[in-house]
């Protein structure tokens, strides 16, 4: 089967998603400055050890494990140069994590850029999400050591290229201009408090007199986003819908988790999502979601703040719609959860489930998935007919899971379904079972069909 390029647009559920998995702390000792013989020494000491692998990249987190991007001092240089990233779309533009003598080929150097043209919107958020950029010296001796071949051993760039203790400037945020057909939808700017993270659920109306046919959704956020996503609900009653336009913080200040503001599970359908600053996913020719005359989108936005000073959330949704006439088949969303989910303490567990269409057919066109910290593999199969058992779909990242888009969709008739097959490690001394937030697990089949 012939596949598009993935598409970097993450569907995520109602849950809090920490940015770095469980900040367990980082296994790195930081040598002594006489220890520091060479230039990749000095990297790891100065550099990675306390922007990279506090808390994030380092053995037996969730995120490294969801990454594959250990940078312990004894692992960091073999993980890092001449190693294919597991982000599909940086690894389908030709980079590696580190390519020597080419930083601009070199995901390591992408994803701590944080000016424009540098950084793709399929390479993830830019790093180290909700902190402080890296200083303009630090990043200029990364840059010159991959320009030098990325050496292990030996010094290549003058240290005094570190005395540049400036942090980059972001560039300015622009506000995401209106569709020229459709709706824009946003979140105002709102404030984020220091080594907090923030999120939020914004009721709106769409304010359409008829039924609207979005076949492009293009969004835009400022930076420290974890995500944006789009719900609409399904047969939610009235005395639990939330009020239009009211900001419902899911954490309180403490950080505890806010309940009252966190919808049962069931009622939120999704529409649309993504955890990269700026995503313009489009539909196939001829196909479009249907947004119901009266329609409303329930935003959802979490932002990540690990500064000492406060940081700005702001967020852009528009809905590209076309004429009626257009549209050859209205698009679905696919949405198979396992809730039958039991992870004995300290073990390593894979739960299949099969979901079986009921319909004459189902025409699926894209495929992704969600889990949570927990889950190391999401394995997609065919049940039934023709193509019994074959794999559609693999990750082994939770927290950035791929999206398919399939140029040749996946047909499947009555009786025949998809399994998801997903390898969960649960490393703590307690049972974790279903759930909505982080400490929970999750394991839910996303796609689009017809």
């Given at each position: ?10 569907w995520?559920l109602?849950?809090s998603?920490?940015?770095?998995g ?14 520091i013989?060479g230039?990749?020494?000095?990297i ?5 050890a ?5 808390g994030?990249?380092?053995a ?5 494990t969801s990454s594959?991007?250990v ?9 890092l140069?001449g ?15 580190v ?11 992408h ?6 043209g540098?950084h793709?919107?399929?390479?993830g958020?830019?790093?180290?999400l909700?902190?402080?950029?890296v ?7 990364i ?5 030098a071949?990325a050496?292990?051993?030996g ?6 290229v ?8 972001p560039t300015?945020?622009?506000p ?8 824009q939808?946003?979140i ?9 993270e923030r ?5 709106r ?8 046919y ?5 969004t ?8 944006l ?6 047969n939610i009653?009235s005395f639990?819908?939330?009020?239009f336009?009211?900001v ?11 309940f009252v503001?966190?919808?049962p599970m ?14 313009d ?6 196909v ?10 329930d ?5 990540v703040?690990?500064?000492?000073t406060p940081?700005?959330?702001e ?10 006439s ?22 390593r ?10 319909d004459?057919s189902?025409t699926?066109f894209?495929l992704?998935?969600h889990?949570?910290e ?21 990750t082994?990242d939770w ?6 888009n ?5 047909v499947?008739?009555?009786?025949e ?34």
């Open positions: 089967m012939t596949q598009r390029r993935p598409t970097r647009i993450v995520l109602l849950v998603l920490g940015a770095c469980d900040n367990t702390g980082s296994n790195e000792v930081t040598p002594p400055p006489g220890a013989a230039t990749f020494d000095r790891q000491a100065q550099i990675l306390p922007t990279c692998t506090a994030c990249h380092t037996g987190t969730a995120f490294a594959g991007l940078l312990d001092r004894a692992v960091a240089y073999a993980n140069v190693v294919a990233p597991r982000n599909t779309s940086a690894k389908s533009d030709g980079l590696q994590r390519k020597p003598f080419k930083a601009d080929s070199s995901l390591l150097y994803k701590l850029v944080i000016a424009d540098h793709s919107a399929g390479y958020s830019i790093m180290p909700g902190g402080d950029p200083y303009n010296g630090q990043l200029e001796y840059r010159r050591w991959i320009e071949g050496p292990e051993k010094s290549v760039v003058d240290t005094m570190l005395a540049d203790r400036t942090r980059p400037v300015a945020f622009a995401l201009a209106p569709p020229a057909s459709g709706v939808l946003k105002d700017a709102f404030s984020v408090n220091p080594n907090f999120e939020l659920f914004l009721y109306q769409v304010n359409n007199s008829g039924d609207l979005v076949n492009r959704i293009e835009r956020m400022r930076s420290n986003s974890h995500h996503l789009l719900y609409t609900f399904d009653p639990i819908r939330p009020a336009n009211v419902r913080d899911i954490r309180n200040a403490d950080g505890s988790l806010n503001n966190m919808l069931g009622f939120h359908v999704f529409f649309a999502g993504t955890q990269t600053p700026s995503s996913y489009r539909f196939p020719d001829g479009a979601l249907r947004l119901p005359a009266q329609g409303a989108i935003l959802n936005s979490h932002y703040n690990r500064t000492t940081i700005t959330g967020a852009y949704a528009n809905l590209h719609t076309v004429p009626q257009a549209v050859r088949r209205v698009a679905r969303t696919l949405n198979m959860g396992n809730t039958d989910i039991n992870l004995p303490p300290r073990s567990v894979t739960l299949t489930k099969t979901f079986t269409v009921s004459s189902m699926v894209m992704t998935s889990m949570h927990r889950g190391e593999r999401f394995v997609v199969r065919i049940v039934g007919g023709p193509r019994n058992e074959e794999v559609v779909y693999t082994t927290a950035h899971p791929d999206i398919i399939y140029s040749q969709p996946i499947l008739r009555r009786g379904g998809l399994r998801s097959e997903i390898t969960y490690n649960n490393t703590t001394d307690r049972t974790i079972r279903f759930g909505l937030t982080s400490a929970d697990e999750m394991g839910i089949i996303f796609g689009y069909f017809y």
